[in-house]
């Protein structure tokens, strides 16, 4: 087990730097293209469309670039940078300079969200303890979503969108900071600086698709992103135009978001034993479309509320399990090309809905079209039921560490004086 003040080091910035930045998308991105810029579908699914591609290639190059020199180098760098990008978004006051430089963010951001998700192999040497680690970093970065959008909330309402994004830049300096701290062990192949980029590339690819366990795991993960698509370009208008409020209101409901991601994740480790699984995976992947239904089946705020807390109650039970998963069917020398692959394919399911959902909102309206690829999730999670007791079997015949025993949360909060 890593020293426990390097866990403590990685919590603490990986919170730091999630809060800044989820400030700076619901309110920085989302708010200031839909209430000070006055986007409409279109231009709202081209910035998301961006802003998810440069994400991919983020996330490609990151994959590569970890498995090379190890999460906590690309994680400080990648950290820097994004306070270039950050203080950027400051400048930008016309829609396509936001949609170049929130790109730019998107490109830097993404392999701060792929180093954060393949640490934990890096910080561990017992098998066993990787959901534990897992489950404190989630724990730092879902506390961040819950806090976050509210901050960003009322810097908007008392001051000005721009300075989200200061914020957003000394947040990201505090995490590398925090992290340029903490040891870990080296990449665990030696030959790695002899091969080509791209021969490694397709070597974590094969992995992601040659592995059946690691292919349904990408799906799943796709799936949560599927439930999600439509949202990068229609949320900000399901409350400015169906709902009818201000702003602030994307981070409130986020902040709520966050609240209940939160206590799905304290909730995973006494869930019973069958639904720590690739099935409990599945049945958990059918209620997060569910979920989406309830969030935007309503335009009274305190029913959107509920939903946003049940909603995120669900993805906060399965992104913890998910993570622990794929770390533990993937070779640890892989670990940051399959994280990278599983970022990617997770872009590549919000992807698809923005393709649709402007033409579709404009035919049967926001709201319906929101319920609609909730409803789509779903039904896909539903039909992968049988795929996911065959990765089980799978599973239990190789003899990998079953998931119940390896999740081992604390008794209580971890503490920064540990």
Not at 34 to 58: D, K, P, Q, R, T
Not at 139 to 157: D, I
């Amino acid at each position: 087990m890593a020293p426990r003040k390097d866990i403590v080091r990685l919590v603490i910035a990986r919170f730091t730097s999630r809060a800044g930045s989820e400030a700076a998308f619901f309110i920085g991105v989302w708010g200031k293209a839909a209430y000070v810029l006055h986007a409409n579908a279109v231009e709202l699914a081209v910035l998301m469309f961006c802003l998810s591609i440069a994400s991919i290639l983020g996330s490609t190059a990151a994959g590569v670039l970890i498995d090379r020199y190890g999460p906590r180098k690309v994680l400080v760098f990648a950290e820097i940078g994004f306070v270039v990008a950050a203080m950027a978004m400051i400048f930008a006051d016309t829609l396509p300079l936001l949609i170049i430089v929130a790109s730019a963010w998107g490109f830097l951001g993404a392999p701060v969200v792929t180093s954060a998700a393949s640490f934990a192999p890096h910080l561990v040497t017992d098998e066993s303890q990787l959901a534990k680690v897992n489950s404190w970093i989630e724990g730092g970065a879902s506390l961040a979503f819950a806090v976050g959008p509210a901050v960003g909330a009322l810097l908007a309402r008392y001051a000005h969108v721009n300075w989200i994004f200061v914020l957003d830049a000394a947040t990201s300096l505090l995490a590398a900071w925090l992290v340029w701290g903490i040891s870990t062990q080296p990449p665990a192949r030696k030959d790695l600086h002899e091969t080509h980029a791209i021969a490694e590339l397709r070597e974590g690819l094969k992995a992601a698709y040659g592995l059946r366990p690691i292919r349904y795991y990408l799906l799943m993960g796709s799936l949560v992103w599927l439930s999600f698509g439509a949202f990068g370009a229609l949320e900000p208008l399901f409350f400015r135009d169906v709902v009818g409020t201000g702003i602030e209101t994307i981070g409130w409901m986020n902040s709520v978001f966050g609240v209940g991601f939160i206590t799905g994740a304290l909730l995973l480790p006494r869930l019973p034993r069958r639904m720590l699984s690739a099935r409990g995976l599945a049945f958990l992947g059918v209620f997060v479309g569910l979920g989406a239904v309830l969030y935007v089946g309503w335009t009274d705020l305190r029913m959107i509320a509920l939903g946003a807390f049940v909603w995120a109650f669900v993805i906060g039970i399965l992104e913890p399990l998910l993570r622990t998963l794929i770390h533990r069917d993937t070779p640890r020398e892989l670990v940051g090309r399959v994280i990278g692959t599983s970022e990617v394919h997770r872009r590549g399911g919000e992807l698809i809905p923005l393709a649709i959902a402007p033409a579709l909102a404009g035919a049967i309206g926001v709201q319906q079209t929101l319920i609609s690829f909730g409803v789509l999730a779903s039904l896909i999670a539903a039909a992968s039921f049988i795929e996911a007791g065959a990765i089980d079997r799978g599973a239990k015949a190789r003899g990998a560490i079953p998931v119940p025993e390896t999740i081992r949360m604390a008794e209580e909060p971890i503490s920064p004086n540990l």
